[in-house]
């Protein structure tokens, strides 16, 4: 009993982790993946043995290699990720539904397909909004220093998921109340950097949509000011 419920939570934290990655870096996580099941340092489940083929394996590295250098780059990267809203969701989806291969019932497959959208869908949406509010910025964040840290965290949760699941159980819950908290702040942030683009074009200058203005948020305005209905300023 006690190895089917380890079997059990080594599956969960692999699809979750799995999900969860692809959402931030889809072709670092079927490397890592996909390598450590090669050199036999994880058994991966038999759905995923698609992952560990030397032409899927290689072809990940070259991709990893070229969006490395895209994410480096500041509007490339926000136009790369836009892009890959139609790749990520989908394939983190489907490793999450391989890694339970084996192990679960249809529906509990098709359970971990739905879930493993979501949370792909999640850490895809912190990640593509946090950079193009970056993009944004005045502020001096780099997106080098941004993309190391999104591919660090990849790398240490991958690990986590794949020999410490129930540490990273815990981690992924820490991730989703973050998520929580700040998917209205990029919200917020997104909304301000379109206004920003429609003051420009009528040739105006709205407030600033850098990093301190999404977190702090709007403005306050004046009781007195018209734009919270005061009185108008008297004319000349």
């Known amino acids: 009993m006690e190895g089917a419920n380890a079997d059990v939570l080594s599956a969960m934290a692999l699809a979750l982790g799995a999900a969860w990655a692809s959402g931030i870096n889809l072709y670092l996580a079927v490397l890592m993946i996909g390598g450590l099941g090669v050199t036999g340092a994880v058994d991966l489940p038999p759905d995923l043995d698609v992952i560990q083929s030397p032409p899927v394996l ?30 990520r969701i989908p394939a983190g989806a489907l490793l999450a539904m391989g890694s339970v291969s084996g192990i679960a019932e249809p529906w509990q497959a098709a359970a971990a397909l739905v879930l493993g959208g979501v949370v792909t ?19 001096p964040f780099s997106n080098w220093f941004a993309s190391i840290f999104e591919d660090v965290i990849v790398v240490i949760g991958l690990l986590l998921a794949l020999f410490k699941p129930a540490i990273f159980l815990i981690w992924l819950a820490v991730f989703v109340l973050l998520l929580v908290w700040l998917l209205p702040k990029l919200w917020r942030g997104l909304k301000a950097i379109w206004a920003r683009v429609q003051g420009l074009r009528d040739g105006n200058r709205p ?18 000011s018209p734009e919270a209905g005061g009185p108008p300023a008297p004319k000349p």
Do not use: Q, W
Request: glycine residues 10%.
């Open 121 to 139: 869908a999640g850490s895809h949406a912190a990640k593509t909004g946090s950079r193009a509010i970056i993009n944004t910025s005045p502020e």
């Open 207 to 224: 407030a600033g949509t850098g990093l301190a203005a999404t977190f702090r948020g709007p403005p306050e305005t004046s009781p007195d």
């Open 58 to 87: 290689a072809t990940a590295g070259v991709l990893y290699a070229l969006e490395f250098l895209a994410d480096k780059v500041p509007g490339i990267d926000s136009l790369n990720d836009a892009l890959h809203t139609f790749i």
